[in-house]
């Protein structure tokens, strides 16, 4: 292992474990075990599959409940949780269990992956995510459970519990409802109107997605918002105040479109419940084709956003977002640096988030351009699937299933590298190049 951190970057080594892990999954997918039919199922599917459920993205190709046997969805499941909680956190847990000494290079690992800033306290880090993750996914798993038990029976009520609460939590967006229909996701009429599954789904979702380092800040100074950390703060009032815009939005443009013929507490319901998911869970309530416009593009938006970082989110992240519009507000009235709950963010932070946003932008537009050139589907539809595969949401206009093997493999290409964020990608695929520290003349051009 050593040997192999000094040949490779900590960023090429958990990029490497993603694709290991997905390989793997490909690989026990493409069984007849796998499938409900006994049959092979082909490779290149299951890749998309493995890849979806590692990069917690929810985009399929078959139905997960009418396509995979139990064992399966059992495999989909563990690619989640893995690909949910990190590699390195996975492997972490393992190691404490076995109570193996963590190296002081592990430890950088696991810094990269949980996504804490500093290297102090990470292991107690890493407890507190796998105790937590572990306590939220069980209570979660019983509350669902309660639903799903009187409709399904004891036993595939539990498991039904227990595989939506992780997917839930993970932000994976992968159901098993297809027996009431392939891909309906969770529009049935019993669980889009049930007030206890739209509210347990919907806080599994938000927990795992304000990301670890907010978590640790919670258990340590339980309410006392002021003692939070900056990053904490701006992830949990930008999370809250795009959770309630989006619902007043939503309920707004969705009452006369997909909302028809709802009552108004079944609007409100849904229409929080649509703020929530594309942060980036990927579950639906409603038919996708119905949205207007309007909210299409509100939902897109909320996608390319996402969630915190080093959560199980994905997206640009609540925080380059917030940076990048306070460095806009600072760039027009003229200032030199960005302020927020009375600290002065690092002067690096504000050209970091250009560059998410940038690399996402450009990866976005050029994959769109490329499936727009060999699909007969309308721009809006390829546009909003590239958008939910680089963002990790997994939602669908339910055109993926459809979409040639070089299309596919494009969206398989947004999955993975919305997974491992737009920096990680160009980190791994840039040369090491000895930097010369050349002093050059200083020139202005016009922006705008």
Not at 379 to 390: G, T
Not at 419 to 437: D, F, K, Q, T, W
Request: hydrophobic share 50%; aromatic share 12%; with cysteine.
């Amino acid at each position: 292992m050593s040997k192999l951190r000094d040949k490779l970057s900590y960023t090429r080594i958990i990029v490497l474990s993603f694709l290991l892990i997905i390989l793997v999954g490909a690989v026990v997918l493409s069984l007849p075990i796998s499938s409900r039919s006994r049959d092979w199922t082909p490779f290149f599917d299951a890749m998309f599959t493995a890849t979806s459920a590692t990069c917690v993205t929810g985009m399929t190709i078959y139905d997960t409940y009418t396509h995979w046997s139990l064992f399966g969805q059992f495999i989909i499941l563990l690619l989640i949780q893995i690909g949910g909680l990190g590699v390195m956190t996975c492997i972490a847990m393992i190691a404490l269990f076995l109570k193996r000494r963590i190296s002081l290079g592990e430890r950088r690992l696991l810094m990269q992956s949980a996504g804490s800033l500093e290297i102090g306290g990470i292991v107690k880090l890493i407890r507190r995510i796998i105790i937590g993750t572990t306590v939220i996914e069980l209570f979660g798993a019983v509350l669902l459970s309660f639903i799903f038990c009187p409709k399904m029976g004891f036993l595939v009520g539990i498991w039904n519990g227990l595989f939506h609460s992780i997917s839930a939590f993970c932000n994976a967006g992968f159901d098993l409802m297809g027996r009431y229909g392939s891909f309906s996701s969770l529009s049935a009429q019993w669980l889009a109107t049930n007030p206890l599954f739209s509210f347990t789904i919907s806080l599994l979702i938000i927990i795992g997605g304000i990301g670890f380092i907010v978590w640790n800040d919670i258990w340590k100074h339980r309410l006392e918002f002021k003692k939070y950390e900056v990053h904490s703060k701006i992830v949990l009032s930008s999370t809250a105040i795009l959770i309630f815009s989006g619902t007043i939005l939503f309920y707004i443009f969705e009452s006369g479109s997909a909302f028809a013929g709802m009552h108004t507490g079944e609007k409100l319901i849904s229409s929080l419940f649509l703020s929530i998911m594309p942060r980036t869970a990927g579950f639906n309530t409603i038919n996708l084709s119905e949205m207007s416009d309007s909210g299409t593009l509100l939902t897109a938006l909320l996608m390319f956003i996402g969630g915190g970082s080093g959560s199980t989110a994905g997206g640009i992240k609540v925080t380059t977002f917030v940076v990048l519009l306070l460095g806009a507000l600072a760039s027009t009235r003229r200032r030199s640096g960005i302020t927020i709950f009375k600290r002065r963010l690092d002067e690096h932070t504000s050209s970091q988030a250009s560059a998410v946003v940038t690399v996402y932008f450009t990866v976005v537009f050029l994959a769109s351009m490329i499936i727009s050139f060999i699909e007969p589907y309308p721009l809006h539809d390829i546009l909003f699937e590239s958008v939910a595969a680089i963002s990790t949401a997994g939602l669908s206009k339910g055109i993926t299933p459809f979409l040639s093997s070089f299309s596919q493999a494009v969206l398989m290409f947004l999955m993975f590298s919305g997974r491992i964020g737009g920096l990680s990608l160009m980190l791994v695929l840039a040369e090491r190049r000895i930097s010369i520290p050349i002093d050059r003349p200083t020139v202005k051009i016009l922006i705008g």
